[in-house]
């Protein structure tokens, strides 16, 4: 049945691509922004997250909210401030959002939350569930708070799922193009010692899973939104190598080296989550991609 839906992040790489697959399949689209942001077929609503401020006609009639808004965790190096900021801007939007249902007395049902696979941290080889705890680092404390704020939407009995992304591959933006720029310019290797698991999804498979989190009322708590088949640092870099035609350095890139440029950041490239997707695959959601090989012909494969 046709929802209208409220997006927060609509710009960003999965809000931007979502928007026109929830419009495809009948649904009626309405986006809060910082700017007027004018897309086909979208009522565009402002807001300051750090005023706390919200044009409150941005909820009526909406039955469900998808929540993707948050300072990009890769834009700026980790400063004290800049790591509050990376929290704020998810905790304080999402008590922003539910201190408007409650004001509004809003019709909102079903709260659709982006969360990440760094909720767990650097695990190692252990296999993660989403049963697992929580890990001990900047990324794990900045998904707690964020999923703690998210789930005060069921003391008001809205139904929560939080959808904890793993490294989205898409030629469009996010990490992969991070990735794929040195193995452009010949200077390719695995990060660290390589062994860690990256937990990947297709961009379409993570479209299609914050589709099913709106239409399928069963879908609640967490879910881990990566591919069935983890791999490795090291094996992911010599599949994007592949698909480019270019040739990976026999060395590693050493973990100082990240360290010196990277700083607290380096985590990112670092961090091991062998991530189970078996929760997702329970509910009935069929990936157009498992296979990473498949998933990244399809991005580097010009259309016909």
Known sequence: MPQKILITGATGLVGSKLIPALQRLGHEIN??????????????????????????????????????????IADKRWTAERKQQIIDSRVLSTQLLYQTIKETNSSVKSFVSASAVGFYGDRGDEILTEESASGTDFLSECCVNWENAVDEGLKMD???????????????GGALAAMEKP??????????????????????????????????????????????????????????????????????????????????????????????????????????????????????????
């Open 31 to 72: 986006i809060l922004s910082r700017n007027d942001n004018q897309i086909k077929g979208v009522k565009t609503f402002i807001w300051d997250v750090y005023a706390q401020k919200i044009d409150k006609g941005c909820l009526i009639g909406v039955d469900t909210i998808i929540h993707l808004a948050g300072e990009g």
């Open 158 to 172: 809205i139904r929560v799922a939080k959808i904890r992304i793993g490294l989205i591959l898409s030629k469009e």
């Open 183 to 304: 193995i452009q310019f010949f200077v390719g290797a695995p990060l660290g010692s390589g062994k860690q698991w990256m937990p990947w999804i297709h961009l379409d498979d993570i479209l299609g899973i914050f589709i099913k989190a709106v239409e399928d009322q069963n879908m609640i708590g967490a879910y881990n939104a990566c591919a069935p088949f983890p791999v490795t640092n090291k094996f992911l870099t010599k599949s994007i190598a592949k698909q480019l035609n270019r040739p990976v350095w026999p060395v590693n890139v050493p973990k100082f080296a990240l360290n010196a440029l990277l700083g607290e950041m380096s985590i990112l490239p670092l961090m091991s989550n062998n991530t189970l997707s078996k929760k997702i695959l329970n509910s009935g959601y069929k990936f157009a991609y498992t296979n990473l090989d498949d998933a990244l012909a399809a991005i580097y494969t010009p259309n016909p």
